[in-house]
């Protein structure tokens, strides 16, 4: 999800009711942040443990990532990954368009992974979510994300999607946990609304430990077997503090 502080997601005002509803049923992450500003460096880093020295919200033409990621790790591993991006045209676009921002898309920036991504990046319309792969990523189009709609809108859009997961048989085998967090805050606060979903996490489960970006890459690479990446290494766990194995 895009741009909004965690005041803004699930402070007084209530914008995001659905996600309130699923935070409170499962788990949240009060002391999470974003790593930087602009969004690419964030989705480079929460893929890769690096932002690549990435300091603007360039396209993958203009600052291809010549290097490892969690995609890459995967494919090593035999394992399977997919990107499922709203308002994308065609697999693995590089060229953002209409509602398609290839900025929310890492997996378009790793040129190691080009040939997986051409078949394993796929738009929304391509989501099979009763067969979830070893790790999924989903990308909200610019409005359905809250770039360019209200918070409200998105949450809405939000509750959906989670519904569909976790109504998804892969989910309800014990298999699968959910993180939806944003991309960064807003100017200096970089304090961001991230929540856990599995059926295995004790109800209302909060934790205010310190996490990044870089904890959520080491957590999800820890559940899958994988070596941590760059910043990862030294980054706080998450598995312990929502009872995730």
């Known amino acids: 999800m895009e741009n909004r ?3 803004d997601v699930l402070g007084s005002g209530h914008s995001a009711p659905h996600l309130s509803a699923y935070a409170k049923a499962c788990g949240l992450a009060t002391n ?7 969004s690419l460096p964030n989705y480079l880093a929460a893929t890769s443990g690096s932002t690549g020295g990435v300091t603007s919200d360039c396209g993958p033409s203009e600052c291809p990532q010549q290097r490892d990621s969690i995609f890459g790790q995967l494919d090593r591993a035999g394992l399977q990954w997919r990107t499922y991006a709203e308002a994308m045209p065609t697999p693995c676009n590089t060229t953002a368009q209409g509602k398609y921002a290839t900025k929310h898309n890492p997996a378009v920036y790793f040129t190691p992974v080009r040939q997986r991504c051409t078949t394993w990046d796929l738009p929304m319309s391509s989501a099979r979510f009763d067969r979830l792969t070893a ?8 409005c359905d994300d809250g770039h360019d709609c209200s918070t409200r809108y998105a949450d809405t859009w939000l509750g959906a999607m989670l519904d569909r ?4 048989p892969s989910y ?3 298999d699968v946990a959910v993180f939806v967090t944003w991309d960064e805050g807003i100017g200096a606060n970089q304090h961001i609304a991230t929540a856990v979903i599995s059926p295995g996490l004790p109800r209302g489960t909060t934790s205010a430990r310190a996490f990044t970006h870089y904890s959520l890459l080491r957590t999800t690479e820890a559940l899958l077997g994988l070596s941590p990446l760059g910043a990862a290494k030294s980054a706080a766990d998450m598995r312990a503090a929502f009872s995730l194995r």
Do not use: K, M, Q, V
């Open 5 to 7: 502080s965690y005041d």
């Open 135 to 142: 790790f999924t990523f989903i990308e909200p189009d610019i």
């Open 165 to 168: 997961l976790t109504h998804s």
């Open 32 to 38: 999470y942040r974003a790593i930087t500003h602009p």
């Open 172 to 174: 309800r085998n014990g």
